[in-house]
């Protein structure tokens, strides 16, 4: 019979085979003393995640409510991923659309779909939204920020209002997502899961969501029923947009992107909780007498009028000082003031720091908060005062590639999904001239040409800059190497390439007619148009022909001792 432990000696070395030592992998050891009482809950996503939802998200937030850094965190984000303004950017993949379609017919296409959708979600009369209180940025303002960021999903319902003196009836609900849930009568099952009714391969086909808040202001008999909606009509129109933060396989709700940060969270609010609280103590007494010396003796020491006498309001306040406490101790904001007898002395003593003096708790704890939000710590907390240059870029860049991930996983789809539903209606109505004949609308969700007509990029919040120069200069060398676009410039920046080339060009016109020139050189606008376009250009000392040149008649500079690195050619 083998043993369990198979030995055998190997150029006088003894090898043990075999798990008595805990195996291959340090990290999952049952004997070594840093990782032994460490027996993570190992069960199924949802299993982890259902149980504990409602609570995590209910402390997310309370931390947006309470906790600046979050909120400011959470502000920051709609600022970099969405911006004042999300546009739309329309790319219609005509290539993948009936024979009908052509490149000539695109370029109608995206400025009528861009112009007529815009004016509809932008409009200050706030047609997208239901309730009639935010324009269609907002709306993304608000699912990528406090929705997504604090329940790691967002839920939102396609209304179709038909009120008089509405353009288009299109409208979108955004809900709480804490409403949906698994109504009474159905148990957890491998079909519903949190309110998410499933099909055999796990695609939602239904949500039921509570009519009410279940903790609303006002509880009525509406919060205790639900509602099921299906996920699509019969001919393919979504009836709800749901986009979770899914961070494991066969996970069916969201994990809020606070989940990991809540305890560190909660750590820094108590850390700065007890600080002030040590100050406020600290501050309540200005100087403490502490002797043996008699009453009389100690009373003179401190300015007493009379030895041994005590006016008859101080000997009230002690009085009613004593039969306030009862023998208790002083509460003062949550902290204990200890009443202790006479001629015991209490000594304070605060904790230790740790033993490395370049630790600072509470910066290790912003440390790990920033990498929640996809920041930088300075950035998280606003402080670049230890920060470098390069430093600062390299954050910054980090950063930038975070949002861009977070950009294309929940506002894009959102605003795609949301886009999509508006075109529909507006091909339904026969308000897109730019559709060629034999077109009908009941082609929309025809194969992949929903897809091909919606295919857009949308341009949000610009690139943060720290240098503009150096970023211009880099662009410029893209731009003449053919390694970037002029549309891929425009859009770092947040501009719309054709807006742009438009702009110029009436700019130029109007310039033109006023006799200004705009010619840019060095950065800057010239000083006018040169007489003879072949004129040579004047050197530094007024002359003309290349600078440098010494070998030009009358030149009286001396010669260099030494090669110039660089020629630069100024133009006046």
Request: charged residues 25%; contains cysteine; glycine residues 10%.
């Given at each position: 019979?083998?043993?369990?432990?198979?030995?055998?000696?190997?150029?006088?070395?003894?090898?043990?085979?075999?798990?008595?030592?805990?195996?291959?992998?340090?990290?999952?050891?049952?004997?070594?003393?840093?990782?032994?009482?460490?027996?993570?809950?190992?069960?199924?996503?949802?299993?982890?995640?259902?149980?504990?939802?409602e609570?995590?998200?209910?402390r997310?937030?309370?931390?947006l409510?309470?906790?600046?850094?979050?909120?400011?965190?959470?502000?920051?984000?709609?600022?970099s991923?969405?911006?004042?303004?999300?546009?739309?950017?329309?790319?219609?993949?005509?290539?993948?659309?009936?024979?009908?379609?052509?490149?000539?017919?695109?370029?109608?296409?995206?400025?009528?779909?861009?112009?007529?959708?815009?004016?509809?979600?932008?409009?200050?009369?706030?047609?997208?939204?239901?309730?009639?209180?935010?324009?269609?940025?907002?709306?993304?303002?608000?699912?990528?920020?406090?929705?997504?960021?604090?329940?790691g999903?967002?839920?939102?319902?396609?209304?179709?209002?038909e009120?008089?003196?509405?353009?288009?009836?299109?409208?979108i609900?955004?809900?709480?997502?804490?409403?949906?849930?698994?109504?009474?009568?159905?148990?957890?099952?491998?079909?519903?899961?949190?309110?998410?009714?499933?099909?055999?391969?796990?695609?939602?086909?239904?949500?039921?969501i509570?009519?009410?808040?279940?903790?609303?202001?006002?509880?009525?008999?509406e919060?205790?029923?639900?509602?099921?909606?299906?996920?699509?009509?019969?001919?393919?129109?979504?009836?709800i947009?749901?986009?979770?933060?899914?961070?494991r396989?066969?996970?069916s709700?969201?994990?809020?992107?606070?989940?990991?940060?809540?305890?560190?969270?909660?750590?820094?609010?108590?850390?700065?909780?007890?600080e002030?609280q040590?100050?406020?103590?600290?501050?309540?007494?200005?100087?403490?007498?502490?002797?043996?010396?008699?009453?009389?003796?100690?009373s003179?020491?401190?300015?007493?009028?009379?030895?041994?006498?005590?006016?008859?309001?101080?000997?009230?306040?002690?009085?009613?000082?004593?039969?306030?406490?009862?023998?208790?101790?002083l509460?003062?904001?949550?902290?204990?003031?200890?009443?202790?007898?006479?001629?015991?002395?209490?000594?304070?003593?605060?904790?230790?720091?740790?033993?490395?003096?370049?630790?600072?708790?509470?910066?290790?704890?912003?440390?790990?908060?920033?990498?929640?939000?996809?920041?930088?710590?300075?950035?998280?907390?606003?402080?670049?005062?230890?920060?470098?240059?390069?430093?600062?870029?390299?954050?910054?860049g980090?950063?930038?590639?975070?949002?861009?991930?977070?950009?294309?996983?929940?506002?894009?789809?959102?605003?795609?999904?949301?886009?999509?539903?508006?075109?529909?209606?507006?091909?339904?109505?026969?308000?897109?001239?730019?559709m060629?004949?034999g077109?009908?609308?009941?082609?929309?969700?025809?194969?992949?040409n929903?897809?091909?007509?919606?295919?857009?990029?949308?341009?949000?919040?610009?690139?943060?800059?720290?240098?503009?120069?150096?970023e211009?200069?880099?662009?410029?060398?893209?731009?003449?190497?053919?390694?970037?676009?002029?549309?891929a410039?425009?859009?770092?920046?947040?501009?719309?390439?054709r807006?742009?080339i438009?702009?110029?060009?009436?700019?130029?016109d109007?310039?033109?007619?006023?006799?200004?020139?705009?010619?840019?050189v060095?950065?800057?606008v010239?000083?006018?148009?040169?007489?003879?376009?072949?004129?040579?250009?004047?050197?530094?000392?007024?002359?003309?022909?290349?600078?440098g040149?010494?070998?030009?008649?009358?030149?009286?500079?001396?010669?260099?001792t030494?090669?110039?690195?660089?020629?630069?050619?100024?133009?006046?």
């Open positions: 019979m083998a043993s369990a432990l198979d030995k055998a000696a190997v150029g006088g070395t003894v090898v043990v085979s075999g798990n008595a030592g805990g195996g291959g992998f340090e990290g999952a050891s049952r004997i070594d003393r840093g990782v032994a009482g460490w027996y993570p809950n190992h069960g199924s996503a949802d299993a982890v995640l259902i149980p504990e939802k609570l995590m998200d209910a997310g937030n309370d931390a409510r309470n906790d600046s850094l979050v909120s400011a965190g959470i502000r920051k984000a709609q600022d991923i969405i911006g004042p303004r999300y546009r739309l950017l329309s790319k219609p993949n005509w290539r993948a659309l009936p024979k009908m379609f052509d490149e000539r017919w695109a370029e109608e296409f995206q400025e009528e779909y861009e112009t007529k959708f815009t004016l509809y979600a932008e409009s200050t009369n706030c047609w997208i939204d239901a309730a009639g209180k935010l324009t269609f940025s907002d709306l993304l303002r608000l699912a990528v920020g406090p929705s997504y960021m604090v329940h999903e967002v839920l939102g319902a396609a209304e179709w209002l009120d008089r003196g509405r353009p288009y009836s299109t409208a609900q955004l809900v709480d997502p804490m409403r949906l849930s698994t109504p009474p009568g159905f148990s957890e099952s491998r079909y519903m899961r949190a309110g998410l009714e499933k099909s055999r391969s796990g695609r939602v086909v239904r949500y039921w509570r009519n009410s808040h279940p903790n609303d202001l006002i509880t009525d008999w919060s205790a029923t639900w509602s099921g909606v299906w996920a699509r009509k019969p001919w393919g129109r979504k009836n947009l749901f986009v979770a933060n899914q961070v396989t066969e996970q709700r969201g994990v809020s992107q606070l989940a990991a940060g809540l305890k560190p969270l909660w750590m820094r609010r108590k850390l700065g909780d007890l002030l040590n100050v406020a103590l600290n501050a309540m007494y200005a100087a403490v007498l502490e002797t043996d010396l008699p009453e009389a003796v100690a003179s020491i401190i300015g007493e009028a009379e030895s041994g006498t005590q006016s008859g309001a101080y000997e009230a306040v002690v009085q009613k000082l004593v039969d306030y406490l009862g023998g208790k101790a509460m003062l904001d949550g902290v204990k003031v200890p009443v202790v007898p006479p001629g015991t002395h209490m000594k304070m003593q605060r904790a230790t720091s740790s033993g490395n003096d370049g630790f600072s708790f509470e910066r290790s704890l912003d440390r790990h908060l920033a990498r929640i939000f996809g920041m930088s710590v300075e950035e998280f907390t606003g402080d670049f005062t230890e920060t470098n240059y390069s430093s600062a870029r390299a954050a910054m980090e950063t930038h590639r975070y949002n861009q991930a977070q950009r294309a996983t929940v506002a894009d789809k959102l605003a795609t999904d949301i886009a999509s539903l508006w075109l529909e209606e507006a091909l339904r109505r026969g308000d897109i001239q730019s060629p004949v077109w009908h609308w009941g082609m929309f969700y025809q194969g992949l929903r897809e091909a007509l919606t295919q857009c990029q949308w341009l949000g919040a610009p690139r943060p800059e720290i240098d503009p120069l150096k211009a200069q880099a662009d410029g060398v893209k731009l003449v190497n053919k390694t970037a676009t002029f549309a410039v425009c859009a770092k920046n947040g501009e719309d390439w807006e742009v438009d702009q110029v060009a009436r700019e130029q109007y310039a033109n007619k006023k006799s200004v020139s705009l010619d840019y060095g950065g800057k010239s000083a006018g148009v040169r007489s003879d376009p072949d004129e040579e250009p004047r050197r530094g000392d007024g002359k003309f022909g290349s600078p040149n010494d070998d030009d008649e009358g030149g009286d500079a001396p010669k260099a030494h090669k110039p690195r660089h020629r630069v050619r100024a133009e006046v």
